[in-house]
């Protein structure tokens, strides 16, 4: 783990700084999660920011990051559908990647069914597609991430993740513990001293929910160890276009991203990240000075 | 034009009765679009609507329309993505049919265009996959109609509309003096006394929203004329979503379905049916007595 542990120090901070990418996953998924998005990048803490390409308003998404050429926005590389009523299909045809859309020709509704019926070859294809089809629409992106994490639920999608990552220079997001914790399997045989792996991953659960979204990234702030962190929020408005598309959804729902949304463009957020001098860095940073 | 002119007989009514279809386009274009067409079938005036299969709320629709089989909803056919951040892609690969698509893979964005690139042999395929689509998502449909009216832009579309419907034994929208009026060609040599063409078409146009659309659809309703009658409207609420799909298009927008909404669910509208006498007839027992 050095690679992990030296990276404060690669970056040019001292060994005891907390760097911190704030960072706004599903951009591009709904109207809702664009305005919300907009919003925390401009006048929240949210430093940094992914879009889904497969998605319905993904244009809208992609007209604001072109317009902001310097903007710390990624491609949020995308294999599920994961809604009830609001789905999405592949980039490429049903017929060229079949191995990844459901009989309806969405993609797969989990990560369970990706990992049961995706190959490789159709996954490493879709994804080269997003990529491309992004560039075309004028987003230079700093970096690369995973919807659901679905690209490092095993191994063998891992390789196609880092393989991208290499090819486009872009570094993506990968944290050990987090694997370690969820899928159970050890990625060094997979890594390279190049490849950056932030040392700490914070999003929100189902139990963080529960006992009160607010409190859990007040205390996640306050106690954040030096290294480099990211902390992954959704943020969206509590409003009917996001309550029917995360409909019989308890989790990840149209409050819960409320919520993302009111923490991260409040005062007291902008106050302790300033309180406990946590120093925030953006992908487009990392990627100027390490890739 | 016997076959217009004796319809009202055909149907087993008295030929100086008023018949009005109270249709609503779009249905399944956004969510807004969907929860005020759903509001407008259950508790308003409307009696009829039409499915755009390649849009993103798609599922919501349809889902709606399979719980209803009886409903009167048919298949919105759809070749134009024509708003600015709000796109959609063919049913069919781009490579399949692609005189349909512009350089981003999306339909074109006017009518225009898809006069100026679309081939008839790529139309008919998409169209088939589009109705094949709704049937496979529980939808049964109870007639076509044609998105923006390209169907009936050029002689060459209408043919495939007419064939189309034949086919599949289901009444599609036609209205003689629309085509006359709008695309200016004759529709005789193209269709048989089987087809069924309404006797009169509205449609609230750029002067009727600048006039009023309330005093439109007052005047429209009490000077109905005898024979087959259908008024199309876009409802919708005037919400964020609306207005970022309906951005810098100053007509058919946010507010403007807004008002559709608000008469057709509007104690005068039922008011001004009942005392002007208007049989509200749908296109299933069009096709159930004629089909």
């Known amino acids: 783990m050095k ?7 690669r970056l040019g901070y001292a060994k005891t700084q907390k760097l911190l990418i704030i960072h706004a996953d599903d951009f591009g998924l709904a109207q809702s999660e664009n305005a919300a998005t907009i919003t925390t990048l401009e006048t929240g803490s949210v430093n940094s920011a992914s879009i889904m390409v497969p998605c319905a308003w993904f244009p809208e998404s992609a007209a604001h990051a072109k317009a902001r050429p310097n903007a710390d926005i990624g491609i949020h590389l995308t294999l599920t559908s994961e809604w009830k009523h609001y789905r999405w299909r592949p980039i490429l045809a049903a017929h ?28 490493e294809k879709e994804l080269r597609a997003q990529i491309e089809r992004g560039i075309q629409f004028g987003i230079t992106p700093s970096h690369l991430d995973s919807h659901m994490f679905s690209l490092v639920a095993k191994p063998q999608f891992l390789t196609v993740y880092l393989m991208l990552s290499r090819e486009y220079k872009l570094p993506l997001l990968l944290n050990q513990d987090f694997i370690r914790r969820t899928v159970g399997y050890d990625i060094h045989p997979y890594i390279t001293s190049q490849d950056v792996l932030v040392d700490h991953l914070y999003s929100a659960e189902p139990n963080d929910y529960e006992a009160g979204m607010l409190a859990f990234y007040k205390q996640t702030l306050q106690n954040l160890s030096p290294g480099l962190s990211e902390i992954i929020l959704h943020p969206a408005y509590n409003n009917s276009e996001m309550q029917a598309i995360t409909t019989e959804h308890p989790y990840w729902a149209a409050d819960w991203r409320q919520y993302d949304f009111d923490f991260f463009t ?26």
Request: glycine share 2%; with cysteine.
């Open 266 to 291: 409040s005062a007291e957020c902008a106050e302790i990240i300033q309180k406990e001098q946590i120093q925030l860095i953006t992908w487009r940073e990392i990627r100027e000075k390490l890739f």
């Open 96 to 123: 060229e990647v079949p191995s990844l859309v459901d009989e309806q020709g969405f993609m797969h509704d989990s990560v369970a069914n990706l990992i049961r019926y995706a190959t490789v070859e159709d996954i």
């Open 3 to 9: 690679e992990s542990t030296n990276l404060v120090e």
